[in-house]
């Protein structure tokens, strides 16, 4: 079967699509987007989050026939959905080629292996745009389907808090100013 579904503000064909193919393996295999990483093929990692016509999903648990005509956002198209909705490049380097989401992260220390952040980074710039001011139970809600296997779910946290507060709202318990180390533990409560 044919799939015709936009990715990351682009329109996508893919042919000879099998029925139990899944979108993790069209997104990796048939369109070289290897950012959704494929770990546990069974939605419990969350290292395969993307965004389904805004909601976040695991790519391992949807059918690629289910994304026929509908919209998905990978961790590659982070920084243009930031440009669309109007990202100031001055709060999150847009401008760098990184959503806002992607520069907390950095900023924060929140990346080791890497392997969990391509989910995480996704499951929070939806709740960030869900939920500019998120408080901490908000945060660890939204990013419980997401496991870290290096356990660095505090610099994590910290991280979300950062891209939160950078979009000029308070997130947290305690979130102090926008500054580069607001939200994280070097620069802020807990």
Same mark, same amino acid.
């Given at each position: 079967?044919?799939?015709?579904?936009?990715?990351?503000?682009?329109?996508?064909?893919?042919?000879?699509?099998?029925?139990?193919?899944?979108?993790?393996?069209?997104?990796?295999?048939?369109?070289?987007?290897?950012?959704?990483?494929?770990?546990?093929?069974?939605?419990?990692?969350?290292?395969?989050?993307?965004?389904?016509?805004?909601?976040?999903?695991?790519?391992?648990?949807?059918?690629?026939?289910?994304?026929?005509?509908?919209?998905?956002?990978?961790?590659?198209?982070?920084?243009?959905?930031?440009?669309?909705?109007?990202?100031?490049?001055?709060?999150?380097?847009?401008?760098?080629?990184?959503?806002?989401?992607?520069?907390?992260?950095?900023?924060?220390?929140?990346?080791?292996?890497?392997?969990?952040?391509?989910?995480? #980074?996704? +499951? @929070?710039?939806?709740?960030?745009?869900?939920? $500019?001011?998120?408080? &901490? /139970?908000?945060?660890?809600?939204?990013? =419980?389907?997401?496991?870290?296997?290096?356990?660095?779910?505090?610099?994590?946290?910290?991280?979300?808090? #950062?891209? +939160? @507060?950078?979009?000029?709202?308070?997130?947290? $318990?305690?979130?102090? &100013? /926008?500054?580069?180390?607001?939200?994280? =533990?070097?620069?802020?409560?807990?």
């Amino acid at each position: 079967m044919r799939v015709t579904f936009t990715v990351n503000g682009r329109r996508h064909e893919a042919d000879d699509v099998w029925e139990g193919e899944s979108l993790l393996y069209v997104l990796r295999e048939r369109m070289g987007l290897p950012g959704s990483k494929n770990a546990c093929e069974q939605g419990e990692c969350g290292s395969c989050t993307v965004r389904l016509d805004g909601e976040s999903v695991c790519a391992c648990l949807v059918a690629a026939g289910q994304v026929e005509g509908r919209e998905v956002v990978t961790v590659e198209g982070l920084a243009d959905l930031a440009r669309q909705r109007g990202g100031d490049p001055s709060e999150g380097a847009v401008d760098a080629g990184l959503s806002p989401v992607q520069k907390a992260f950095v900023d924060a220390g929140a990346v080791q292996c890497g392997f969990c952040t391509p989910g995480l #980074l996704v +499951a @929070a710039d939806e709740l960030i745009e869900r939920n $500019a001011s998120p408080s &901490d /139970a908000d945060i660890r809600e939204a990013l =419980s389907g997401n496991l870290c296997r290096c356990t660095g779910y505090e610099t994590i946290l910290d991280a979300v808090r #950062l891209a +939160a @507060a950078r979009t000029g709202q308070p997130a947290g $318990a305690g979130a102090p &100013d /926008a500054g580069p180390d607001a939200g994280t =533990s070097q620069g802020g409560a807990i």
